[in-house]
T-cell receptor, first 118, second 114 residues
Framework: AQKVTQAQTEISVVEKEDVTLDCVYETRDTTYYLFWYKQPPSGELVFLIRRNSFDEQNEISGRYSWNFQKSTSSFNFTITASQVVDSAVYFCALSEAYSGAGSYQLTFGKGTKLSVIP | KAGVTQTPRYLIKTRGQQVTLSCSPISGHRSVSWYQQTPGQGLQFLFEYFSETQRNKGNFPGRFSGRQFSNSRSEMNVSTLELGDSALYLC?????????????FGNGTRLTVT
């Protein structure tokens, strides 16, 4: 089973529409971190947000908002009033303890390719 | 502040050869981690170095190795290249490590194995 599942492989929306990217994770760790990264066509991954497992507050940053729900192991990302510049591949990632002894691993979802059509 | 720099941008190698990729982190960042990105497997974590010590390791064979120097620059080596090693290799640096710090990625090295 995948530890981080982004079920939507590709999404297309028309500019100004709202869009939600889903992320479901699986972990036995009680303390873990979740991240979202954006990879535009230029290729360089850009950090968007970090959330730790104890902080279930939703967050809004401009047109971006994130909904973290431990009960459903989900960390969804919504873009409001999408723009063409939002076109990119978006990755959700989970950082969790791995085989004890202070080791951690970072697992990325397969990514969701978002295309915003003008 | 300069970003993460990876060299070279492109590499073409033959099966069986070895290759070394280089990564210069953002100044002040002591953690450098490496990732393999392919269309089929997506982004996969290779390993992380922090203050010259390998701190975390992904699920890759021993042909993949790395090291970090005292100035935090890191190199990744792949020996006995296989066709399946063709990928975009990304390096990222962070202040405290991949556990909980945002990662700053380089543009990657595109490796093609023929």
């Amino acid at each position: 089973a995948q530890k981080v599942t982004q079920a939507q492989t590709e999404i297309s929306v028309v500019e100004k529409e709202d869009v939600t990217l889903d992320c479901v994770y699986e972990t036995r760790d009680t303390t873990y971190y979740l991240f979202w990264y954006k990879q535009p066509p230029s290729g360089e991954l850009v950090f968007l947000i970090r959330r730790n497992s104890f902080d279930e507050q939703n967050e809004i940053s401009g047109r971006y908002s994130w909904n973290f729900q431990k009960s459903t192991s989900s960390f969804n990302f919504t873009i409001t009033a999408s723009q063409v510049v939002d076109s990119a591949v978006y990755f959700c990632a989970l950082s969790e303890a791995y085989s004890g002894a202070g080791s951690y691993q970072l697992t990325f979802g397969k990514g969701t390719k978002l295309s915003v059509i003008p | 502040k300069a970003g993460v720099t990876q060299t070279p941008r492109y590499l073409i190698k033959t099966r069986g050869q070895q290759v070394t990729l280089s990564c210069s982190p953002i100044s002040g960042h002591r953690s450098v981690s490496w990732y393999q990105q392919t269309p089929g497997q997506g982004l996969q974590f290779l390993f992380e170095y922090f203050s010259e010590t390998q701190r975390n390791k992904g699920n890759f064979p021993g042909r993949f190795s790395g090291r970090q120097f005292s100035n935090s620059r890191s190199e990744m080596n792949v020996s006995t290249l296989e066709l399946g090693d063709s990928a975009l290799y990304l390096c990222a640096s962070s202040l405290e490590g991949l556990r909980n710090s945002p990662l700053h990625f380089g543009n990657g090295t595109r490796l093609t194995v023929t």
